[in-house]
Structures are given as C-alpha cells and as structure tokens.
C-alpha cells in the first residue's frame, strides 16, 4: 500500500476486483437467477459509491435499507433498479418516485399507504411485496393475503429473508421455503426473490428469480466454507512510539498487563472507537510479515499495544504499518471475541480513517 492521504494512523484498503470477483462467483452459483447487489450500510462499511461503480457493469439491481441512502445510491447510478427494503417511510410516498425507488411494501398498511398514493397519481408505480416466513420482522403475513388491497394488487418483486440460512442443516429453512411457495402462489408470474448470501450456498431450491447477496459481495460466506470469495478489505494501522519495558511494567488503563519479563511493546494508532472491539484485548493479535504480535493491556480509544519484542529491529520504527485484518480468520476472530458476527465487525469499521481502492 502507499502512503495514506489522510493523516490518520489507520486505513483500510477495499479491493474492489476482489468485489467483482465474489460477484460473478455469485452470479455463477445461481446461474438462473438474477444477481442483484445489497450495499446498504454503505456497502457494509466499504463505501455505496466505490462498490455501485466497480458493480454497475455487471448488477442492474440494488438494494438497500433506508430510502436516504437510496437517494444517495440513485446519485451514482442513474439508471439501475433500486429497491428500498424499508419501503417508504410512513407520510412520504412521494419520496420514492422523486428519485426512481421501488419500496419493498412490508405490511398491510404501507401497502394501503402505497394505492392511495397511486390511485392519487393516477398510476401505478412500482413496489415490491415482501412476505414474512417465520421472522416475524417485515412482511405481510399468511392472514393478510385475503385482504381487498392485496388481492388485486400486482408487485413487481415477491421476497421473503430466510432466518437460517447460514445453518444448512435448519429444518426452519424448508419450512420458510414451503411458506413463501405457498404465500407467493397468488401471485402467478410475479418474480420471486427469497436467499441472501448464505440461502444461495442452499442450492438452486432457493434462488428463484433473483438473489440478493451482500456480504458474500465483500469476500464472507457465512455457514459455507470456500476458498473462491476473497476478503475485499484489509486494516493497516501504523506504530506511533515504541518502548522498552522491564520486568513489572504495567500497560494501559486498569494497569491489567503486567510484563514478566523485559520487552519491547509499540503504541499503534487504532482503537475502539475505530472499531477494534474493546473485548479483543489480551485476545487479539496484530501482525508483521506473519509474526503474530499479541495485544497485551487494554484496548484505548484510538489506540492499543502490541508486544514486538519478536520482530527484527529492521522492522520496528515510528510510522511502520502492522496488519489488524488481512484474513477471514482475523476477521472472524475479532468478531469470536464479542461474540459477534462478520457483519457486525465490517460495518463497526469507523469512518475516521483513510480508505483507500485498489483493482
Ligand atoms: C441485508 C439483507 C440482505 C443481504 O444479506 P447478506 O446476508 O449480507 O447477503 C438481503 N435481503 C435482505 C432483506 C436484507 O435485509
């Protein structure tokens, strides 16, 4: 990597022919099926503008949460389907036609909210309907489907979200595909759209007309185990000062680590409030040309030690980058460490420090 342009002390480097590789791994594993792109959260912390650009060639759907970002997403990409998982928000249909945005209706009153809407346009604009499955979060449930305003109403997207997916073995995943067979059935024709990443890993049952991966976009692939996505990010942080410490030395807050020997420990310029979590000291490691430096002592705020006492002297200076995510695996260990998951690490990644696009 080259020199950062932003005077942090930490940056994350996006690879985005990682992106359009795991895309059209994606796109491959569910031949039949439209691929679309989900880069909500801003891409899961990589940044909406950088990924919609590197996938803009190859996705002609995108989706994401919050009708702001696809205002914003509509920006980059003027003529690509963008469907708003949310819907509108209740008061302001008027939002989504402003900016060309399809809302994924998810329950019998923004359905209502949405015809009235149209029938005073006098035009029926596009919508998606989604149907709950067994989360019991968004979605018109079986009860429902007998009201007037569904019956005569003609989405242009049927979807559900599988709860299990990453558990291939989770009777709950027939289940919630027996259901939205079932629930989509009144609907003849309409396409239909059920698995994220993982759901897609299920097999060809559950792609249906179109999937919507996102994390397996940035290189993870929850509960299916493959070499062919890549990591599209990698964290750096850089030494600010390094010191030599005598046997009984302590560091950091609490004053928890105490050396049991003399070694060298350096200041590194990444802390919580970046998003490497506070539960990850004592546990966690950095890394310099694959020699492990353990954290020892509280994380900071904007900052954290490592032991360097095993690198060479060589490689030991005030302003050397150390690796903090470089794999799968260290992304998955700092996200063991809270007892979190993936998703949660990439989209904590703060916003203070430089971020760079490589590929
Ligand atoms: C976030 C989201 C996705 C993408 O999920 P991944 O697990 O990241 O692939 C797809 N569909 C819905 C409804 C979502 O909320």
Known sequence: MEHSSKQTSARLAVDLSAIRENYACLSRIASRAECAAVVKADAYGLGMEKVAATLADAVQTFFVAHPEEGKMLRAFLPKKRIFILHGFLPGYPEFMTMYNLIPVINSLEQLKGW?????????????ALQFDTGMSRFGLSCKDLCDEAVIDFRPVLLLSHLACADCPEDIANTEQLRRFLNMTAAFPGVPRSLSASSGIFLGEKYHFDMVRPGIALYGLTPGYESNEFRLAIELEAQILQIRQLCSGDRIGYGLTYRAER????????????????????????????GIRLPIRGRISMDSLSVDVTALRSALLREGAWLSVIRSKQDLMRLADSVGTISYEVLTSLGYRFDRFYRG
């Open 115 to 127: 015809r009235s809407f149209c029938q005073r346009e006098g035009k029926e604009h596009p919508a």
């Open 262 to 289: 003399s070694m060298r420990v350096a200041t590194v310029g990444i802390g919580y409030a970046d998003g490497i979590f506070r539960s990850f000291s004592e546990i966690g490691a950095l890394w310099k040309d």
